[in-house]
């Protein structure tokens, strides 16, 4: 039994639909998630006080020679 060119034009629009809502579900998503990465990610120009900027620099001192070192 073949279908009509109007039921298979009325299946084509239906699935053609249903990606672009997909597609725009997806790029709201992206969006989302792209400014949620901004708010969890501190600015470049974040000026701790002098002993968390000391503690920063103390740390990366220590991994840096850790690193160094033969296991």
């Keep these: ?3 009509s060119e109007n039921a298979i034009d009325a299946v ?3 699935v ?7 597609s725009e579900y997806v790029a709201h998503l992206q969006l989302h998630m792209a400014l949620q990465a901004r708010n969890l990610v501190p600015a ?4 701790g006080d002098r002993r968390e900027t000391l503690l920063h620099q103390t ?3 220590f991994e840096k020679l850790i690193s160094r070192q033969g296991v």
């Design 12 to 14: 084509n629009n239906a």
């Design 44 to 47: 470049l120009q974040h000026r």
């Design 1 to 3: 039994m073949a279908l």
């Design 59 to 61: 740390q990366a001192d």
């Design 16 to 22: 053609n639909t249903e990606r672009e809502d997909f």
